[in-house]
């Protein structure tokens, strides 16, 4: 099987929601305050601690619009934080919810139809290996399987 590499929300992205950039719906981002375990942030890749200030905002993963760069709602932590770069394992975070959803994308940003799968939460990194046995694969997202919102990247290395 094949090494993966997990890829939380790059800093300068990061850096300039927190700097008033627009978000994919060309909006502010919001400011709000946490209130738990229920906003993890997309550059750490930890929970937002209750009482924090955060952000939340339309995010789109992917380097241009097209029909499949899907948007979603996420969490960032207002202040910095540092990124997460436990690169090679998944995040404890991602252990929260009971299952996500896995999908793979090929060189055009654009998913490859039938990679898609809801997994356990402990089978996250099996699931990414598996799906990078098909070479059409070039990285694939986590995302909520209730919700859709974008969790992580994953490419194989």
């Known amino acids: 099987m094949s090494a993966i590499r997990i890829h939380a929300m790059p800093t300068e992205t990061a850096e300039a929601f927190r700097s008033g950039a627009l978000d994919a719906n060309g909006q502010r981002p919001e400011e709000h305050v946490s209130n738990g375990p229920g906003n993890p942030c997309r550059h750490c890749l930890d929970f937002i601690a209750p009482g924090e200030p955060m952000l939340v905002l339309a995010y789109r993963p992917f380097p241009q619009p097209q029909p499949y760069a899907e948007i979603g709602p996420i969490f960032l932590h207002r202040k910095a934080c ?57 990285y694939a997202h986590v995302r909520s399987a209730s919700n859709n919102c974008f969790q992580c990247r994953i490419d194989a290395r």
């Open 82 to 138: 540092m990124r997460f770069e436990n690169a090679e394992h998944i995040p404890e975070v991602l252990s929260s919810s009971p299952t996500y959803m896995i999908r793979g994308y090929g060189h055009d940003d654009r998913i490859i139809y039938g990679s898609g799968q809801v997994v356990a939460s402990k089978d996250i990194e099996e699931a990414a290996r598996r799906l990078f046995e098909d070479t059409d694969i070039v």
